[in-house]
């Protein structure tokens, strides 16, 4: 088992920009599809982001597609989540994952390897 660490986290105004960062192992990370989550308080685990293995495919839930681009270097073994023109309704901690299949499916049941997370807060 790898867990990745997430981090760039942080307070931030509405409108405003971040950038998340999920280093693992590079052994585990080159080889499979991974995911970026997110959990507000009181809510359930959503899935934000996928990205496949070379990054040649790219998967975004709705409420975050135009203004979140991940992205992935295999060199240096990270994952990245830019976030652009946050919104409030963006505060959670967010979550970097691997998916066990592998076909940039959004269940998370169906991802392990969890980091313990990087908190996001947008204020209005």
């Known amino acids: 088992q790898v867990q990745p660490v997430e981090s760039g986290g942080g307070l931030v105004q509405a409108g405003g920009s971040l950038t998340l960062s999920c280093a693992a192992s590079?052994?585990?990370?080159?080889?499979?599809?991974m995911g970026w989550f997110r959990q507000a308080p009181g809510k359930e685990r959503e899935f934000v982001a996928g990205?496949?293995?070379?990054?040649?495919?790219?998967y975004y839930s709705d409420s975050v597609k135009g203004r979140f681009t991940i992205s992935r270097d295999n060199v240096k073994n990270t994952m990245y989540l830019q976030m652009n023109s946050l919104k409030p309704e963006d505060t959670a901690v967010y979550y970097c994952?691997?998916?066990?299949?592998?076909?940039?499916?959004?269940?998370?049941?169906?991802?392990?390897?969890w980091g313990q997370g990087t908190q996001v807060t947008v204020s209005s």
């Open positions: 994952a691997r998916d066990t299949i592998g076909n940039g499916q959004r269940n998370s049941a169906f991802y392990d390897n």
């Open positions: 590079g052994r585990t990370f080159s080889s499979y599809t």
């Open positions: 990205i496949t293995r070379s990054g040649g495919n790219t």
